[in-house]
């Protein structure tokens, strides 16, 4: 089974731009959460999508949005770009029938903000 | 408010001497419990759930266990190859989200 795949896996960009990430899950699988980590925070949950709906959201501002597709895929869009914003960008799937479900993460996309 | 610490934030090990990584938790109701190792630039990659208190895993040189307030990862005569960071992260089965500690930080020398 191909595991989760998220593009593009590097970007840089200036500060006020926007951005948008992919992730397409694990075949099958219908929940699709999004994590920022960076080396001060660590990974924190950003918002976690289930059948096209944002089941759960963490703490960051409205510039961060997502949506996800009828084939789970989702993506990801921050607006206003800021310094902080640099980080590493994981997507995790999983099949989203229970609350103790494994999540298994991608690659990682890879921000930088200038 | 749901909190995970990991110690020691870096280990370094000789190749074969064994040791135990921990991860001490407080949640509103453990649903579960899990271990993820990183490699630098990569993301995650899984490697154990427990759910329950006295609940143990084991994958070659890893074993996992599990208590009411802590887990353990012991590594057991490591390889330079396990050398990455592990990361713990709870569940508290309100939602999907999981939660972070900051990880231990494991180089292993040949």
């Known amino acids: 089974k191909a595991g989760v795949t998220q593009t593009p896996r590097y970007l840089i960009k200036t500060r006020g731009q926007q951005v948008t990430l992919s992730c397409s899950p694990i075949?099958?699988?219908?929940?699709v959460s999004w994590y920022q980590q960076t080396p001060g925070q660590g990974l924190q949950f950003l918002f976690e999508?289930?059948?096209?709906?944002?089941?759960n959201k963490g703490n960051f501002p409205g510039r961060f949005s997502g949506r996800q597709f009828s084939n789970s895929r989702s993506e990801m869009n921050v607006s206003t770009l800021e310094l902080g914003d640099s980080a590493l960008y994981l997507c995790?799937?999983?099949?989203?029938?229970?609350?103790?479900?494994?999540?298994?993460f991608g690659p990682g996309t890879r921000l930088t903000v200038l | 408010e749901d909190q995970v610490t990991q110690s020691p934030e870096a280990l370094r090990l000789q190749e074969g001497e064994s040791s135990s990584l921990n991860c001490s938790y407080t949640v509103s109701g453990l649903r579960g419990l899990f271990w993820y190792r990183q490699d630098p630039g990569k993301g995650p990659e899984f490697l154990f759930t427990?759910?329950?208190a006295g609940e143990e895993k084991e994958k070659e040189r890893l074993k996992a266990t599990l208590t009411k307030k802590e887990s353990f990862l012991h590594i057991t005569a490591p390889k330079p190859e396990d050398s990455a960071t592990y990361l713990c992260?709870?569940?508290?089965?309100?939602?999907?989200?999981?939660?972070f500690g900051t990880g231990t930080l494991l180089a292993v020398q040949p």
């Open positions: 992260a709870v569940s508290n089965g309100a939602t999907n989200k999981l939660i």
């Open positions: 075949s099958g699988h219908r929940s």
């Open positions: 427990l759910y329950s």
């Open positions: 999508y289930f059948s096209e709906t944002q089941r």
């Open positions: 995790a799937s999983s099949s989203g029938t229970g609350l103790t479900d494994t999540q298994y």
